[in-house]
Protein backbone atom coordinates (compact mmCIF):
# COMPACT_ATOMS: atom_id res chain seq x y z
CA UNK A 1 0.00 0.00 0.00
CA UNK A 2 1.55 3.14 -1.43
CA UNK A 3 1.82 5.68 1.15
CA UNK A 4 -0.56 7.97 -0.23
CA UNK A 5 -3.42 5.50 -0.45
CA UNK A 6 -2.41 5.14 3.42
CA UNK A 7 -2.66 9.17 3.83
CA UNK A 8 -5.89 9.05 2.16
CA UNK A 9 -7.58 6.27 4.48
CA UNK A 10 -5.85 8.35 7.31
CA UNK A 11 -8.40 11.12 6.23
CA UNK A 12 -11.48 8.56 6.11
CA UNK A 13 -10.93 8.01 9.57
CA UNK A 14 -10.23 11.48 10.74
CA UNK A 15 -13.23 12.67 8.81
CA UNK A 16 -15.90 10.14 10.84
CA UNK A 17 -14.42 10.88 14.04
CA UNK A 18 -14.93 14.56 13.06
CA UNK A 19 -17.94 14.09 12.18
CA UNK A 20 -19.51 13.26 15.51
CA UNK A 21 -17.88 16.69 16.98
CA UNK A 22 -20.83 18.18 17.09
CA UNK A 23 -23.05 15.95 18.79
CA UNK A 24 -20.54 15.90 21.76
CA UNK A 25 -19.60 19.78 21.47
CA UNK A 26 -23.40 19.91 22.35
CA UNK A 27 -23.25 18.23 25.32
CA UNK A 28 -20.06 19.51 26.43
CA UNK A 29 -21.44 23.25 26.44
CA UNK A 30 -24.72 22.37 27.36
CA UNK A 31 -23.92 23.34 31.62
CA UNK A 32 -20.39 24.22 30.81
CA UNK A 33 -19.20 27.63 29.50
CA UNK A 34 -17.60 26.66 26.15
CA UNK A 35 -14.09 28.15 26.84
CA UNK A 36 -13.91 25.79 30.09
CA UNK A 37 -15.08 22.46 27.87
CA UNK A 38 -12.42 23.74 25.42
CA UNK A 39 -9.80 23.20 28.05
CA UNK A 40 -10.32 20.36 29.65
CA UNK A 41 -10.65 18.85 26.23
CA UNK A 42 -7.10 20.02 25.01
CA UNK A 43 -5.95 19.21 28.12
CA UNK A 44 -6.80 15.72 28.09
CA UNK A 45 -5.13 15.17 24.58
CA UNK A 46 -2.27 17.46 25.37
CA UNK A 47 -1.08 15.14 28.80
CA UNK A 48 -1.76 11.58 26.34
CA UNK A 49 0.71 13.06 23.59
CA UNK A 50 3.09 15.02 26.32
CA UNK A 51 5.10 11.54 26.47
CA UNK A 52 5.69 11.16 22.75
CA UNK A 53 6.44 15.22 22.28
CA UNK A 54 9.04 14.68 24.95
CA UNK A 55 10.77 11.68 23.10
CA UNK A 56 10.77 13.70 19.95
CA UNK A 57 12.16 16.53 20.88
CA UNK A 58 15.54 15.11 21.24
CA UNK A 59 15.08 15.34 17.09
CA UNK A 60 13.91 18.84 17.14
CA UNK A 61 14.86 21.37 19.34
CA UNK A 62 13.78 24.90 17.75
CA UNK A 63 10.24 23.65 17.28
CA UNK A 64 8.54 26.08 19.81
CA UNK A 65 9.93 29.06 18.64
CA UNK A 66 8.80 28.19 15.06
CA UNK A 67 6.17 26.21 15.54
CA UNK A 68 4.19 28.53 18.47
CA UNK A 69 2.77 31.53 16.33
CA UNK A 70 1.25 29.23 13.71
CA UNK A 71 -0.12 26.85 16.61
CA UNK A 72 -1.89 30.25 18.54
CA UNK A 73 -3.54 31.18 15.55
CA UNK A 74 -5.22 27.54 14.49
CA UNK A 75 -5.92 27.47 18.29
CA UNK A 76 -8.48 29.93 18.08
CA UNK A 77 -10.76 27.41 15.95
CA UNK A 78 -11.51 25.42 18.61
CA UNK A 79 -12.84 28.58 21.53
CA UNK A 80 -14.52 29.96 18.65
CA UNK A 81 -16.23 26.90 17.33
CA UNK A 82 -17.51 25.90 20.76
CA UNK A 83 -18.83 29.39 21.34
CA UNK A 84 -20.91 29.10 17.64
CA UNK A 85 -22.35 25.56 18.52
CA UNK A 86 -23.50 27.12 21.68
CA UNK A 87 -25.98 29.31 19.79
CA UNK A 88 -26.16 27.34 16.56
CA UNK A 89 -27.32 24.51 15.49
CA UNK A 90 -24.73 21.17 14.99
CA UNK A 91 -25.88 20.99 11.20
CA UNK A 92 -25.08 24.72 10.25
CA UNK A 93 -21.88 24.49 12.30
CA UNK A 94 -21.00 21.45 10.17
CA UNK A 95 -21.99 22.82 6.76
CA UNK A 96 -20.41 25.58 7.36
CA UNK A 97 -17.05 23.61 7.76
CA UNK A 98 -17.29 22.49 4.41
CA UNK A 99 -16.47 25.88 3.20
CA UNK A 100 -12.93 24.74 4.09
CA UNK A 101 -11.95 23.30 0.89
CA UNK A 102 -12.96 25.99 -1.35
CA UNK A 103 -11.32 28.92 1.34
CA UNK A 104 -8.23 26.81 1.49
CA UNK A 105 -7.85 26.73 -2.43
CA UNK A 106 -8.37 30.59 -2.00
CA UNK A 107 -5.62 31.00 0.79
CA UNK A 108 -3.19 28.93 -1.13
CA UNK A 109 -3.52 31.16 -4.01
CA UNK A 110 -3.06 34.60 -2.07
CA UNK A 111 -0.69 33.29 0.27
CA UNK A 112 1.64 30.54 -1.22
CA UNK A 113 0.99 31.23 -4.92
CA UNK A 114 -1.08 28.09 -6.12
CA UNK A 115 -2.30 28.39 -9.45
CA UNK A 116 -6.11 27.07 -9.77
CA UNK A 117 -8.28 26.92 -13.19
CA UNK A 118 -11.25 28.30 -13.54
CA UNK A 119 -13.60 25.52 -13.43
CA UNK A 120 -11.64 25.89 -9.25
CA UNK A 121 -12.73 29.65 -9.07
CA UNK A 122 -16.31 29.07 -10.62
CA UNK A 123 -16.51 26.05 -7.71
CA UNK A 124 -15.16 28.16 -5.02
CA UNK A 125 -18.08 31.11 -5.93
CA UNK A 126 -20.35 29.03 -5.90
CA UNK A 127 -19.61 27.57 -2.63
CA UNK A 128 -19.79 30.33 -1.22
CA UNK A 129 -22.84 31.76 -2.21
CA UNK A 130 -24.53 28.24 -0.47
CA UNK A 131 -22.44 29.34 2.39
CA UNK A 132 -23.24 32.36 2.78
CA UNK A 133 -26.69 31.53 2.40
CA UNK A 134 -26.75 29.25 5.10
CA UNK A 135 -25.10 32.02 7.68
CA UNK A 136 -27.46 34.25 7.08
CA UNK A 137 -30.54 31.99 6.46
CA UNK A 138 -31.24 32.96 10.74
CA UNK A 139 -32.15 36.33 9.25
CA UNK A 140 -34.47 35.15 6.81
CA UNK A 141 -36.25 31.89 8.80
CA UNK A 142 -37.18 34.09 11.80
CA UNK A 143 -37.64 31.42 14.87
CA UNK A 144 -36.30 28.31 13.08
CA UNK A 145 -34.69 26.12 15.44
CA UNK A 146 -33.19 24.90 12.61
CA UNK A 147 -31.63 27.42 10.91
CA UNK A 148 -29.52 28.22 14.26
CA UNK A 149 -28.40 31.59 15.24
CA UNK A 150 -26.43 34.19 13.35
CA UNK A 151 -23.93 35.27 15.61
CA UNK A 152 -23.32 31.42 16.55
CA UNK A 153 -22.78 31.09 12.16
CA UNK A 154 -20.40 33.86 12.68
CA UNK A 155 -18.57 32.47 15.31
CA UNK A 156 -18.32 29.53 13.04
CA UNK A 157 -17.25 30.78 10.23
CA UNK A 158 -14.41 32.82 12.31
CA UNK A 159 -13.17 28.95 13.58
CA UNK A 160 -13.23 27.80 9.98
CA UNK A 161 -11.05 30.23 8.75
CA UNK A 162 -8.45 30.10 11.48
CA UNK A 163 -8.16 26.19 10.82
CA UNK A 164 -7.65 27.13 6.71
CA UNK A 165 -4.92 29.12 7.59
CA UNK A 166 -3.44 27.10 10.17
CA UNK A 167 -3.71 23.76 7.57
CA UNK A 168 -1.81 25.60 4.88
CA UNK A 169 0.49 26.79 7.58
CA UNK A 170 1.56 23.70 8.63
CA UNK A 171 1.55 22.14 4.69
CA UNK A 172 4.04 25.14 4.21
CA UNK A 173 6.23 23.36 7.12
CA UNK A 174 5.72 19.87 5.92
CA UNK A 175 7.14 20.41 2.32
CA UNK A 176 10.21 21.98 3.84
CA UNK A 177 10.11 18.62 6.18
CA UNK A 178 10.92 20.26 9.29
CA UNK A 179 8.98 18.94 11.79
CA UNK A 180 7.25 15.77 12.90
CA UNK A 181 3.77 15.32 12.88
CA UNK A 182 3.99 14.71 16.26
CA UNK A 183 5.56 17.81 17.01
CA UNK A 184 3.17 19.35 15.41
CA UNK A 185 0.31 18.49 16.98
CA UNK A 186 1.62 18.69 20.04
CA UNK A 187 2.41 22.02 20.00
CA UNK A 188 -1.13 22.84 18.56
CA UNK A 189 -2.53 20.78 21.51
CA UNK A 190 -0.60 22.88 24.16
CA UNK A 191 -1.58 26.28 22.37
CA UNK A 192 -4.77 25.50 22.37
CA UNK A 193 -4.96 24.31 25.73
CA UNK A 194 -2.84 27.82 27.14
CA UNK A 195 -5.61 30.30 24.74
CA UNK A 196 -9.00 28.13 26.14
CA UNK A 197 -7.28 28.43 29.99
CA UNK A 198 -7.01 32.53 29.13
CA UNK A 199 -10.12 33.46 27.64
CA UNK A 200 -11.68 31.71 30.36
CA UNK A 201 -9.86 33.29 33.39
CA UNK A 202 -9.91 36.92 31.40
CA UNK A 203 -14.22 36.35 31.25
CA UNK A 204 -14.25 34.81 34.69
CA UNK A 205 -15.82 31.22 33.87
CA UNK A 206 -16.01 28.67 36.29
CA UNK A 207 -13.72 25.90 35.98
CA UNK A 208 -15.78 23.57 38.31
CA UNK A 209 -19.18 22.73 37.84
CA UNK A 210 -21.48 20.18 38.56
CA UNK A 211 -21.85 18.79 34.71
CA UNK A 212 -18.09 17.85 35.96
CA UNK A 213 -19.65 15.00 37.88
CA UNK A 214 -21.90 13.44 36.12
CA UNK A 215 -20.47 10.06 33.92
CA UNK A 216 -21.94 11.14 30.60
CA UNK A 217 -20.25 14.40 30.57
CA UNK A 218 -16.69 12.84 31.86
CA UNK A 219 -17.31 9.96 28.93
CA UNK A 220 -18.03 12.53 26.48
CA UNK A 221 -15.01 15.06 27.35
CA UNK A 222 -12.63 12.04 27.62
CA UNK A 223 -14.20 10.85 24.19
CA UNK A 224 -13.94 14.07 22.73
CA UNK A 225 -9.85 14.51 24.37
CA UNK A 226 -8.61 11.18 22.64
CA UNK A 227 -10.97 10.59 19.90
CA UNK A 228 -11.85 13.81 18.21
CA UNK A 229 -8.66 15.30 19.08
CA UNK A 230 -5.71 13.82 19.68
CA UNK A 231 -6.50 10.67 17.11
CA UNK A 232 -8.27 12.99 14.02
CA UNK A 233 -5.89 16.17 14.49
CA UNK A 234 -2.20 13.50 14.36
CA UNK A 235 -3.67 11.54 11.63
CA UNK A 236 -4.78 15.07 9.64
CA UNK A 237 -0.76 16.22 10.21
CA UNK A 238 0.67 12.69 9.27
CA UNK A 239 -1.76 13.27 6.02
CA UNK A 240 -1.20 16.58 4.59
CA UNK A 241 2.58 15.58 5.11
CA UNK A 242 1.68 13.03 2.16
CA UNK A 243 -1.18 15.02 0.31
CA UNK A 244 -2.29 18.06 -0.64
CA UNK A 245 -3.28 20.29 1.77
CA UNK A 246 -6.26 21.19 -0.07
CA UNK A 247 -6.99 17.50 -0.70
CA UNK A 248 -6.98 16.51 2.68
CA UNK A 249 -9.51 19.64 3.41
CA UNK A 250 -12.30 17.25 1.08
CA UNK A 251 -12.45 15.48 4.18
CA UNK A 252 -15.23 18.02 4.97
CA UNK A 253 -17.48 15.83 2.44
CA UNK A 254 -17.53 12.71 4.87
CA UNK A 255 -17.81 14.63 8.07
CA UNK A 256 -21.10 16.40 6.23
CA UNK A 257 -22.46 12.88 6.05
CA UNK A 258 -21.46 11.81 9.09
CA UNK A 259 -22.21 15.45 10.86
CA UNK A 260 -25.65 15.65 9.44
CA UNK A 261 -27.24 12.23 9.66
CA UNK A 262 -25.75 12.00 13.66
CA UNK A 263 -27.08 15.68 14.88
CA UNK A 264 -30.07 14.48 13.25
CA UNK A 265 -30.80 10.59 15.29
CA UNK A 266 -29.26 12.47 18.93
CA UNK A 267 -29.95 15.84 18.95
CA UNK A 268 -33.31 16.04 16.67
CA UNK A 269 -32.15 18.15 14.47
CA UNK A 270 -34.36 18.89 11.42
CA UNK A 271 -33.12 20.68 8.18
CA UNK A 272 -35.40 23.05 6.17
CA UNK A 273 -35.96 23.70 2.86
CA UNK A 274 -33.53 27.06 2.95
CA UNK A 275 -30.67 24.80 4.40
CA UNK A 276 -30.84 22.22 2.01
CA UNK A 277 -30.89 25.01 -1.09
CA UNK A 278 -27.35 26.49 0.39
CA UNK A 279 -26.60 23.21 1.49
CA UNK A 280 -26.75 21.78 -2.26
CA UNK A 281 -24.74 25.03 -3.68
CA UNK A 282 -21.68 24.05 -1.22
CA UNK A 283 -21.91 21.06 -2.50
CA UNK A 284 -22.18 21.95 -6.36
CA UNK A 285 -19.67 24.25 -5.89
CA UNK A 286 -16.87 21.22 -3.71
CA UNK A 287 -17.77 19.48 -6.18
CA UNK A 288 -17.27 21.75 -9.60
CA UNK A 289 -13.72 23.02 -7.50
CA UNK A 290 -12.45 19.94 -6.83
CA UNK A 291 -14.70 16.85 -6.99
CA UNK A 292 -13.81 15.56 -9.87
CA UNK A 293 -10.19 15.51 -9.97
CA UNK A 294 -10.36 13.82 -6.21
CA UNK A 295 -12.86 11.58 -6.67
CA UNK A 296 -10.74 10.00 -9.20
CA UNK A 297 -7.47 10.12 -7.26
CA UNK A 298 -9.72 8.09 -4.57
CA UNK A 299 -11.31 5.52 -6.46
CA UNK A 300 -7.52 5.16 -8.16
CA UNK A 301 -5.53 4.51 -5.06
CA UNK A 302 -8.00 2.51 -3.15
CA UNK A 303 -8.40 0.20 -6.09
CA UNK A 304 -5.32 -0.38 -7.65
CA UNK A 305 -3.55 -2.68 -6.31
CA UNK A 306 -0.89 -1.94 -4.06
Known amino acids: ?????????????????????????????????????????????SLFILPFFIKEQRKEHHAWKNLIPLSMLGGLNVPLYFLGIKLTTANSATLIYTIAPLATAFFSSLLIKEIHSFRKILGILIGFAGALFIIVLPLIEKNHSVTGDFTGNIFVVCAMLFWTLYSIGTRHLHINNKYSPVTMTSIYFFSTTFISFFFAVIFQKQFIVPALFSPLYIGTLFYS???????????????????????????????????????TLFLGETISRGFIIGALFVILGLTIATGSKVFFVVKQKLFKKS
Open 225 to 263: GIFITLITYFLYQWAIKRIGVTTASLKQYIELIVGVFLN
Open 1 to 45: MSPRTRAFIAIIIASILWGTAGVTAKILVRDVDPFVASFYRFLIA
